[in-house]
């Protein structure tokens, strides 16, 4: 069985959305960063980062197959100014990226057809820093290919 990673088919399937997306849209023009562990550049503004994925593998045929894939997506907008406690724009910012991508996430659950099932779980927002800059930044849990064996929504994420 030739079957991709999860981070693979999420950062494919964002990767076609922002490429789509129109100048109206909050993904538009979005850095798409591979992993969390990516710096942001100074020309980065805000994107979608794809996190760590935990997951399973089970026997699928004659194969292996990946199940209960745990990740965040990160969405991050930067502060912008020379006032740092002024975040609210960035806040604003990164509520809408975070919409857009669990729109496009209930829209596309199998993500443009990469053979997978994504699960949304409660989300949350903060500020954060970033290689000493400031950005509000939505953390989005998903769970990828749920196979019931786990209450992924009593998780406190």
Aim: proline share 4%.
């Amino acid at each position: 069985m030739s079957d991709k990673a999860i981070e693979v088919k999420l950062f494919e399937f964002f990767t076609e959305q922002i490429q789509a997306a129109t100048p109206d849209s909050p993904i538009y023009q979005a850095a798409l960063l591979d992993t969390i562990h990516r710096e942001i550049r100074d020309n980065q503004l805000n994107g979608i980062a794809i996190g760590d994925v935990t997951s399973t593998f089970a026997p699928y045929g004659d194969s292996v197959k990946e199940f209960d894939g745990f990740t965040l997506l990160v969405c991050f907008a930067k502060v912008i100014g020379s006032d740092k406690t002024n975040r609210q724009p960035a806040v604003q910012k990164v509520f809408e990226i975070q919409q857009e991508v669990i729109r496009l996430l209930f829209k596309f659950p199998s993500l443009n057809n990469r053979n997978c099932d994504v699960h949304i779980l409660r989300s949350a927002r903060t500020a954060q820093g970033f290689d000493a800059e400031d950005y509000a930044v939505a953390n989005i849990p998903v769970v990828v290919d749920e196979s019931g064996e786990y209450d992924f929504s009593r998780q406190g994420y």
